[in-house]
C-alpha cells in the first residue's frame, strides 16, 4: 500500500510538501494566511475569482401586511436575514438590484391568513416593476396558507426583484409577518 507524506516547512509559513510514493515530483501547497484564500489552480489565482455564489440577499416582513381586495401589493420586505453586499434595499424600494449581470435563482413564500373558502391569492416574483413567476391558490378558511414562487432569472447589472401579492376576495386580508412567514430569497448562480 502506497503511502503519502505531508511535511511542514521549518518556517512556519503554511508551505506544505507533498510526497507521493513511486513519482520523483513533490508537491508544494502553500496555504493563505488568516485572509486569503486556497489556491486550487496554477498561477496566482485571479481566475478563480467571480464564482458568483457571494452575490445575494433574503428579506422578510416584520409585521403584518393587509392588502385591498383585486389589487397588486408590494410586501414590505423591512428586514434582512443576510445582504453581504448590501443588493436589497428594505428601507424604501422593498427590492433587490442586481450588482451585476448573472443568473439568479429566486424564490419568495407568502404565509396567507384567510378566514373564508374559495379565496384566491396570487404570490409574484416582479422584475423590473413587471410580473416575472406566479404562483395561484385557492385557499380554505380558518388558517393560514402557504404561497411559494420560484424561477432562475436572467438579469443585468441594476435589474430589480420585487414579491407582490394579490387576494382576490375576503374578509381577512393578512400576509403574515417573520423571518419563516413571508419572505424574498435571491442568488446568483451562473
Known amino acids: 500500500m502506497a503511502k503519502v507524506k505531508i511535511q511542514g516547512h521549518a518556517s512556519g509559513t503554511g508551505v506544505l510538501t507533498v510526497t507521493a ?5 513533490d508537491r508544494t501547497i502553500t496555504l493563505p494566511d488568516a485572509t486569503g484564500t486556497l ?14 455564489f457571494t452575490v445575494g440577499a433574503r428579506a422578510y416582513l416584520t409585521s403584518n401586511q393587509s392588502l385591498t ?3 397588486w401589493t408590494k410586501i414590505s420586505l423591512a428586514s434582512e436575514t443576510y445582504d453581504p453586499n448590501s443588493d436589497f434595499d ?8 442586481a450588482p451585476e449581470a448573472g443568473k439568479y435563482l429566486a424564490i419568495g413564500h407568502i404565509d396567507w391568513a384567510v378566514q373564508t373558502d374559495g379565496i384566491l391569492v396570487y404570490a409574484s416574483i416582479y422584475k423590473n416593476g413587471s410580473g416575472y413567476a406566479t404562483d395561484l391558490r385557492i385557499l380554505g378558511g380558518g388558517t393560514s396558507y402557504t404561497s411559494y414562487v420560484h424561477d432562475i432569472i436572467d438579469m443585468s447589472s441594476t435589474d430589480y426583484l420585487e414579491l ?3 387576494q382576490n376576495s375576503g374578509v381577512s386580508k393578512n400576509v403574515y409577518n417573520g423571518t419563516t412567514s413571508t419572505w424574498l430569497s435571491i442568488q446568483r448562480i451562473a
Open 21 to 25: 510514493p513511486n513519482t520523483s515530483s
Open 39 to 52: 489556491l486550487n489552480s496554477d498561477g496566482d489565482g485571479s481566475n478563480l475569482t467571480g464564482t458568483g
Open 164 to 166: 407582490w401579492g394579490r
Open 69 to 71: 381586495n383585486s389589487t
Open 90 to 97: 428594505s428601507a424604501t424600494n422593498y427590492r433587490f438590484v
